[in-house]
């Protein structure tokens, strides 16, 4: 079975990457892993949370997570028939998304939630395109 892991966060582009990896993982009867990186400083928080918790820990992580995979599950129509596995992991971004091209695809949003807006790639995706292991789609 054909797997893709997408890198999640809570940004726009990164729900948009979901969505598009859903699709597809429905027409080639794959799996998507929703893979969400976070550390101490780079903490995800939904929108009506503070930006940063000094004991912030996995199953922080994974309540973010699995509210973003919801969310844009239910927003696909083609996802009730895809295995969606969420994956929090205590990482840097790039490292975890690098970590697992080398045993799947890979789908990341074209920019995250880094500070430079006007940037057409974000810093992670560009690292993962430069250096994964496997093909990597950029979904803008």
Request: one cysteine or more; charged letters at 25%; glycine letters at 8%.
């Amino acid at each position: 079975m054909n797997t893709t892991v997408v890198g999640v966060d809570t940004s726009e582009a990164a729900d948009a990457a979901l969505a598009w990896a859903l699709r597809d993982a429905a027409a080639r009867g794959g799996r998507v892993v929703a893979l969400m990186a976070y550390d101490y400083l780079n903490q995800p928080h939904g929108l009506d949370e503070p930006g940063f918790t000094p004991d912030f820990s996995e199953p922080d992580a994974r309540r973010v997570l699995d509210q973003v995979v919801a969310r844009v599950r239910s927003q696909v129509d083609e996802a009730a028939a895809v295995d969606i596995e969420p994956r929090g992991v205590l990482d840097l971004p790039v490292r975890a998304l690098l970590d697992a091209s080398r045993e799947a695809d890979v789908v990341v949003g074209s920019r995250g939630l880094g500070g430079f807006r006007g940037l057409l790639l974000g810093s992670v995706s560009q690292q993962v395109v430069t250096h994964a292991s496997c093909p990597v789609v950029v979904h803008r």
